[in-house]
Every structure is written in C-alpha cells, then in structure tokens.
C-alpha cells in the first residue's frame, strides 16, 4: 500500500504525546493504540516518505524506510534493561540514518517530536571507544579542529542552532586544559540541533520542506564528522 502523502501533524499528534506524558502505562496505551496509529504513526510516516527523498539527495548515503521501526522508531521502551522508568518514550522519533547497519554510532538527521516542541537535529549524539578518540584528535588538530569550530560558528552564532548532549566537567587527560577548543574536547558527542516550539508550520505540507532546509544547513556537520572517520 502506498504511503499518504505528507499534510502535516495534525494537533492530535501532540496532543496525544501530552496525554500519554500524563498517563504513561499500559492499559491507558492499549486503550488509545488506534490513536497512536491514526495520529502519530500514519503522519510520521507519510513525513519520512516526504523527507528521506531530498534528504538522500543533500547527504548521499542516508537510508530512511517509511515504516514502523524504520525511520519512525518505535514508541515502546525495552523495560528487560531498563528498570524503574515509563514503558513508552514520551515523543516520536524521526531517524535518517547512515549505513547498513542502521547503527547511531555514524552521522545521521533526525526529527524529534514532543507534546510540545520539536527537536530538528544532525551528528552523533555519543561517542564512544576509538570514535571518541578520534574526535578529540580531530578537535585538537589545528586544521581540522579550526574547521569544526568555523562549521559551528556559522551555524549556532545567533542561536538558531545549539549544541545538544553531554560534557565532561574537565578536558580529558592528555590534551591541553587550556586550549582553545576545550568547550569541545570536553563534550562526548557532536550533535547540533533546533529545539523550538512546536511551529504553525507543524500542522501543513510545508513542515517537510522546512525540515529538509534545516538539514541543509547541518549537512557541514555530518561532513565533517565522516570526515575523521575516513
């Protein structure tokens, strides 16, 4: 079956993601699954349908699949590792990977949706093991270190983008604690990202298209970051 075309998030979409915020368990989930379905799922994938085209076309080698699972990752948490928190995520995420394996250790775009505002973002949310270690070389290099912090000067001077994640409360051992990219030796990710109300433009078509203008603009940090990984 086809997928609809994109029309935007209806207010329903967020308004379910508020109530389920209020009433995240089980039976008030099962309850409202064809709320779920009709508000959160049928658009969303209608948006990955709408998006992944362009977006593939900015960033040759993104993958998206506009199915449950694929590019709209599925709402249920997996409670066999995670004890003491809510069986759902509390928002809808949108997910335009990089390579086969669907892996969120490489730079990807993605589209997250709350009751109440909407995270558009690109990078890696966490690095780890060699990754890690080569974007701390990479951000004391003066070369590349300097093109990363240009990269991020166009985008978050002004604040229409941000930095988003964690840091270290100092730089780590072996790099200078004085250098002028500490800020950046101390964070454990690289992800940039717009976090807004939810915008007008949630509710039509144009949502998509405003998206894929703000995943142009992020593309110098997926760049960047396959860059160091070459």
Not at 140 to 162: F, I, M, Q, S
């Amino acid at each position: 079956m086809d997928t609809p075309r994109f029309t935007g998030f209806p207010p329903a979409t967020f308004a379910f993601l508020r109530a389920l915020a209020r009433h995240n368990d089980r039976e008030w989930f099962t309850a409202h699954k064809r709320e779920y379905d009709d508000d959160c799922v049928a658009p969303s994938l209608a948006f990955v349908a709408a998006v992944g085209p362009r977006l593939a076309s900015l960033s040759p080698g993104i993958q998206f699949a506009p199915q449950l699972g694929g590019s709209l990752l599925r709402i249920h948490r997996d409670l066999r590792f995670v004890r003491g928190t809510k069986p759902y995520k509390e928002y809808l995420d949108l997910w335009f990977w990089r390579g086969d394996d669907k892996g969120r250790d490489a730079a990807s775009f993605s589209v997250r949706l709350h009751g109440d505002r909407v995270v558009i973002g690109a990078g890696i949310r966490v690095l780890a093991g060699d990754q890690l270690t080569a974007y701390r070389d990479a951000v004391a290099d003066p070369k590349r270190g300097k093109k990363l912090a240009t990269v991020l000067g166009e985008l978050c001077d002004g604040g229409r983008y941000a930095l988003a994640g964690k840091s270290l409360s100092r730089v780590p051992s072996g790099f200078d604690a004085e250098h002028p990219r500490a800020e950046l030796l101390r964070r454990t990710g690289l992800f940039v990202c717009r976090d807004t109300p939810v915008p007008k433009s949630a509710a039509s078509a144009k949502f998509a298209a405003e998206c894929v203008e703000h995943f142009a603009r992020m593309v110098p940090i997926t760049r960047w970051l396959q860059s160091i990984a070459a």
